[in-house]
């Protein structure tokens, strides 16, 4: 059975529950990046130099993954060469080091067809309501209705919410 209310707290407790707050929500525990490999964020103490694998690279190089933008239809299409990265970021996660070292492609490498391109300049300033029209779900394939009224299916329907905001 314990006393209601409870003892006021001596200066010391009072400090040491303070001092661990704070040291819990320093940027070191909350700041995040991107991993060049997967592309996900994590945290930044789960993430190493880019550079402490360089040599190991290339697994992730991948034919028919990657293209270059074109402002035409008559231009060439053209991949870009070498491993495929985001090279915006730096660094890679503790996951897909240890699998890289391993001498494997990690499972959501950008390598295994993961790979979107950069965020084209119209998409990176859209308004909060413009972010909330692209995508709200993302699906791998669909059914089709055939002239005999029935459906047939191309493939395996796999459907993943998007996460939003709901807006009431």
């Known amino acids: 059975v314990h006393d ?14 303070l001092s661990s707050a704070c040291k819990k929500m320093s940027p070191s525990n909350i700041e995040e990046a991107g991993c060049a490999v997967c592309g996900e964020l994590k ?5 190493s130099r880019l550079k402490s694998i360089k040599n190991l690279l290339h697994v992730l190089s991948s034919s028919g ?3 270059t933008e074109r402002k035409q239809s008559n231009s060439p299409i053209r991949e870009y060469t070498g491993p495929v990265l985001d090279y915006s970021c730096n660094r890679v996660c503790d996951d897909c080091r240890s699998t890289i070292r391993k001498g494997k492609v990690p499972r959501l490498a950008l390598a295994n067809g993961l790979w979107l391109g950069r965020v084209p300049d119209e998409l990176k300033s859209l308004r909060f309501v413009e972010k909330l029209l692209i995508a709200r779900v993302r699906h791998t394939c669909s059914y089709v209705k055939v002239a005999s009224g029935m459906r047939k299916m191309k493939a395996n329907i796999i459907a993943f919410e998007s996460p939003i905001p709901k807006v009431y």
């Open 65 to 67: 993954v990657t293209r």
């Open 4 to 17: 209601f209310p409870p003892d006021a707290l001596d200066a010391e407790l009072g400090h040491s529950i």
């Open 43 to 47: 945290p930044v103490k789960n993430l």
